[in-house]
Every structure is written in structure tokens, then in C-alpha cells.
């Protein structure tokens, strides 16, 4: 219940405790012993997106605040995505190679994956450095914190309303526009739209779990789809802009005709639900919600 609204609280103390909650789980896991190096790097992230989504939500109610609170977590999340990269393509190597096992000799492709491990521990580094970004998010962490109980909210639940539906209407446009120009740039915008959405609904669904719990994972599952993309989409960049690194065209070739082909798949697959889950227009889609949130 902790991302989720308390139907017995008021808006503003569910603003409240929701974002203090997150704030002190991305303090301790970007703190942790027990978890990675990378998987301290994803959690902060994830956090900073829900929190994001959180502010998006109550946005109409408090714009001066949000347009600070969101540049600030937009801004510490973007200095961890180098790392976060570099981490995520060999991943994404691994997965294409297990898919198309049956059709490409993974042995004779393992000097790419070889080259990417190098890569990334290029990047990311061995060394105590590379604990800066975290040790600066930690700091980031403890000044927003000071700030939230000062979130006022006008008129919260009309607020919740429009910020919902705002979100809503930039995801269903930035689909529109990604199926007419499929680039990777508007294809991960409109995954940050859903991303948005999907965590609003999660947020409001104990108004009407049986309806809004099986929306939120529909909206799951095509950011996670959009998200496979997007992987592919950097892997490939990749290849193809450190060329000299990776030498070998012939292997090269094989593995941008693989990215390729599971890329296609998965933007069909997206395209075919993102029409379900944005079939109502912004207004009804605001209408329909509103008759849940009382």
C-alpha cells in the first residue's frame, strides 16, 4: 500500500506520504550492501520515475513546484544513466542470443559480447569513483526530502483529475506520433508517457482495484516492451557508432540484422496494445476516471 492512495487520508497527506516513503526506500537502497553496484543504480532510478509520475499527477494543483521538484529528479536521474547503459547491453546481447539460438553460431559471436564486457567495465570503472553518482543522488536525496511536507496542493482531487488525463493525452499523442515516424527517439518518449500512467494507476488503484489494477498491467507490460526497444535501439547505436571497437563487420552485420528483426516485433506487438490502452479520448478518459475517484 505504500505507492498507493489511502482512501481514508487526504489528498495532500497521501501526496505526503507517498513521497517521503519513496524517498527514504531510494535512500537505503542506494546505500545498500546487499544489492549491486547496477541494481543500486536501477533502483534510484525507478524511484526518481515514480516519484516523477507522483508529481505529474498532482501537477495542475502546484505548477511552480512541480516544474522545480520534476527538473531536479529529471536532472539526478540522467547522471546515472551512463552507468545504467553501459550496464544493459550485454544484457540485451544475451537475451537475442538466447532467442535466436537455433539460427546463430553463439560461439562464433562471443567476441562482441567480449567486447562489450570490456566496455562496460571501461565506463562503470573498478574503482571507489564509481560510487560519486550514488554518494551525489544520496545528496540529492536529503535536500528534496526538506521540501516535501512544504507540497500545498490547490483544489487536490480536480487536480489529480486533470494531472491524470495531461498524462494520458501525452502518451496517446506521443503514440500517434512514434507509429508515424517510428524513431528511437519518439518511440522512447512515448515509453516515458506510459512509464507515467502506469505508476498513476498503481497509485490510485485502491479506488477500484478490479478495474484499475488489470489497466495498470496492460500499461506494465507495454512499457516493458518499449523498453526491450529502447535496449536494442542503444546496442545498435552502439555498433554502430564505436565501430573501430568492434571490428569484425561480418559479426557486426548478423547482430544489427538480429536488433533489427526483434525490434520490428516488439513495436507491432507495442502499437497493438498501446491502441488498446488509449482507445478513449483525454476527456472520456478523465470522465470515466473521475466516476471511480470519489
Given at each position: ?25 531510494a ?22 520515475e515514480?516519484l ?10 502546484f505548477?511552480?513546484?512541480?516544474h ?31 532467442e ?8 562464433a ?16 570503472g ?10 551525489c ?26 494531472g ?19 524513431t ?40 516493458e516492451?518499449?523498453g526491450?526497444?529502447?535496449?536494442l ?52 478518459f478523465?470522465?470515466w ?6
Amino acid at each position: 500500500m505504500s505507492f498507493r492512495i489511502k482512501l481514508t487520508r487526504s489528498w495532500e497527506d497521501n501526496l505526503w506520504r507517498i513521497a517521503h516513503d519513496q524517498l527514504v526506500k531510494a535512500a537505503r537502497e542506494a546505500n545498500s550492501k546487499e544489492l549491486s553496484h547496477g541494481e543500486r543504480i536501477h533502483q534510484a532510478r525507478k524511484r526518481c520515475e515514480k516519484l516523477r509520475a507522483l508529481l505529474r499527477l498532482f501537477r495542475p494543483g502546484f505548477p511552480d513546484i512541480y516544474h522545480l521538484e520534476n527538473s531536479a529528479l529529471r536532472d539526478a536521474a540522467k547522471k546515472l544513466s551512463r552507468v545504467r547503459d553501459a550496464d544493459v547491453l550485454g544484457e540485451c546481447y544475451d537475451k537475442l542470443m538466447i532467442e535466436f539460438r537455433e539460427e546463430v553460431d553463439v560461439t562464433a559471436m562471443a567476441p562482441i559480447r567480449r567486447k562489450l564486457t570490456l566496455r562496460r567495465n571501461a565506463l562503470v570503472g573498478e574503482s571507489a569513483g564509481r560510487d560519486a553518482p550514488l554518494a551525489c543522488f544520496s545528496e540529492f536525496l536529503r535536500g528534496i526530502t526538506g521540501r516535501v511536507n512544504e507540497w500545498a496542493v490547490t483544489n487536490p482531487r480536480e487536480s489529480v483529475l486533470q494531472g491524470a488525463a495531461k498524462t494520458y493525452r501525452c502518451g496517446r499523442k506521443a503514440m500517434q506520433t512514434a507509429r508515424q515516424d517510428s524513431t528511437k527517439e519518439h518511440l522512447h518518449e512515448w515509453r516515458k508517457r506510459v512509464k507515467y500512467t502506469r505508476f498513476q494507476l498503481k497509485i490510485l488503484s485502491t479506488a477500484w482495484p478490479v478495474v484499475l489494477h488489470p489497466l495498470r498491467s496492460q500499461y506494465k507490460l507495454l512499457s516493458e516492451l518499449l523498453g526491450d526497444d529502447h535496449d536494442l535501439a542503444v546496442l545498435r547505436q552502439t555498433l554502430l557508432d564505436d565501430a573501430e571497437e568492434f571490428q569484425d563487420n561480418n559479426r557486426r552485420r548478423v547482430l544489427i540484422g538480429l536488433i533489427d528483426r526483434k525490434r520490428s516485433m516488439l513495436q507491432a506487438e507495442s502499437f497493438k496494445l498501446g491502441e488498446e490502452v488509449y482507445s478513449l479520448r483525454p476527456k472520456s478518459f478523465k470522465n470515466w476516471l473521475s466516476a471511480m475517484i470519489r
